[in-house]
């Protein structure tokens, strides 16, 4: 919350609580184990899935272009806007969980503007295909959120964004 105001109320900020993946929570359902023990069994899982992380991105790569590509040809109907969501929603975990961290923020960018609509215009439609075009870049150049690349590519998203509405 916010210090109060010189008028004595206090403001709360907004906070949005963004849930997991669906693979994850298939992968890791809540338990009440010691959160330590869940956390180191967690990395030891993460460093045996390392090696076949390369092909499970690139599989969730062409999941999203192929749930663009029904975007495009349905001229942005509500259910193929849900399923490119959703796709987006299951690669930002995966990019959060494997170090991808301009992939992960770039999907949830994509996200958020897909939270608010049910259909997309043609202009929606060129916004998405722009997130999901710098998301596959990200993910081939494996940019990080602090290099200077991959803080323009989401500046340059946000532009696009804030230009559009």
Known sequence: MRKPSKSGARHRENVRFIPPSYDLKAKAPLTNRD??????????????????????????LRALQSALAEVTRTMGAAEAVSQLDRECHELRGLGTTFGYGTLTDICQALCLYLESRKTLSEKGIDVARLHVDAAVLAAERRLSDSEADGQQVLQGLRKVIAHQE
């Not at 993460?46 to 076949?52: F, G, K, N």
């Open 35 to 60: 959160l330590n023990e869940v956390i180191a069994r967690a990395q030891v899982s993460v460093q045996q899935h390392l090696p076949d992380f390369q092909e499970v991105l690139d599989g969730r």
